[in-house]
């Protein structure tokens, strides 16, 4: 018997919010399955969105779902979580971590993000696969490998080897930055512009780069 | 010693998991243990034939998994070493007729008969790879000095990371050395630059080892080749024992030669 209180279900513009209460995950797992399951019709071709609450979830019981959830021809594009693993999951499988993101017929409203605004901060290598996502500014502490993403609404410090793609400002902030120990990224993007990193020919050097006259430019850092 | 559960991993395909499961099992079993190794590669089954074992499977993993057999049933004993054993994989079925949890189970049952379980993953990082990585209380990442190949290794990493399966080594496999002096392959440091896990071994290039894998012939069972002192070397770091990198050098100059020719040869 599924528990109403447990699962909730809200129209959003363009899918399902789902939100879990509180209870043992695989409670809410297949109490959720359950649900769906009595009303096979409603739910047939939605984009889902989950919200978990508190729960730590892992990978596997994440891939789970979505393998479960398509098999009953249900996407699910975000899981929205308090829990770091979580999110930290969510992202390691390609998943939104947040709502506003998809609001395609919205007007862009370019807000820069002032240095004050609190960061994402993320101690480890940042490996092929995942994508990290933040409206304010992002500081890696380790490496960001070929094959990760790191989208900032403001700027991006990497103090590491930044290897992957990058893309600060990316609600239209020109005076974003990208910061890194060692700065060949894939590809880098600040706002609207868009470039690849050279062959390079020199030991790497800490570099900054930046927006100017409407050219991407990349500067070594110069301390003070 | 309790069991030890280990996992072979890579993404990509073809960079040598089962060749690595077949070897490093030898070489377990002849220092002595007792060694199951388990194909979970369901429908593309092949370690039974690296292995030598294809015309002996009677029953297998999901024959296990669904009650038609006991494991004692599917553990095929090896021809050359008493104490080695392979569950092999079903080759007509596919990766959802085995779940995580039923790995698990047959692997906690299979801690109570032996030493060592290795575990030969399939390629890519959907249910096949998730059923394979549940048990496993080491993942052994094996990768080739190849851009993709370490692209995917990296992607694996991160996926073990997520999963909390933080016991992890790597294998860098078929280096050849003279294309990296040549400046044309990946170098073994900048493998490890990207990944930044811990070393289990280098395995060089070697013809023997597709020789070996054709005939059904693990190449460490003769151990004479660079390849094989390198799978023992690596059962030996899964044992605990330090066992310093083999050197890679190529020694093909005519000084080289006559030293050894000097020295008594190989």
Known sequence: MADSNLIQIKGLRDGLLVTLGEGGWSVLHSSLLLQIDEKTEFFKGAKLALDVGNQELHVSEMTDLRDELSDREIILWAVLSNSPTTENTAQMLGLATRLSKVRPDTPVQVKPVSSEDSAMWVKRTVRSGVRLEYEGNVVVLGDVNPGAEVVAGGSVVVWGRLRGVVHAGATGDADAVVCALDLSPTQLRIAAEIATTPERRSQPVPEMARLKDGHLIAEPWQPG | ?266
């Open chain 2, 1 to 266: 010693m309790t069991t030890k559960v280990v996992t072979i991993a890579s993404g990509k395909g073809g960079v040598g998991k089962t060749t690595a499961v077949a070897n490093l099992a030898v070489a377990l079993a002849q220092d002595g243990r007792k060694v199951v190794c388990i194909d979970g590669d369901i429908g593309l089954r092949n370690l039974d034939v690296v292995m030598g074992l294809e015309n002996r499977i009677v029953y297998d993993l999901v024959d296990v998994v669904e009650g038609r057999c006991r494991l004692r049933q599917a553990m095929i004993r090896d021809k050359r070493l008493p104490e080695l054993f392979l569950i092999p994989a079903a080759q007509t079925r596919d990766k959802n007729a085995v779940s995580p949890s039923d790995m698990v189970r047959l692997c906690d049952e299979l801690r109570q008969e032996c030493d060592w379980i290795i575990i030969d993953s399939p390629a890519g990082i959907e249910r096949g790879f998730r059923n394979t990585i549940a048990p496993a209380d080491k993942v052994i990442i094996i990768t080739n000095p190849e851009v993709s190949a370490v692209r995917d290794a990296d992607r694996v990493i991160g996926l073990l990371e997520a999963d909390g399966k933080t016991d992890q080594g790597l294998i860098i496999n078929r280096v050849n050395q003279a294309m990296v002096k040549r400046g044309d392959m990946l170098s073994v440091d900048d493998v490890l630059d990207l990944l930044a896990i811990e070393l289990l071994g280098i395995v060089p290039e070697d013809e023997n080892v597709i020789v070996g894998s054709n005939r059904g012939t693990p190449i460490v069972l003769d151990g004479k080749s660079k390849a094989s002192q390198a799978f023992m070397n690596i059962s030996q770091r899964l044992q605990g024992h330090k066992v310093p990198f083999i050197d890679l050098e190529e020694q093909t100059g005519l000084w080289n030669k006559l030293t050894k020719f000097a020295r008594g040869g190989e």
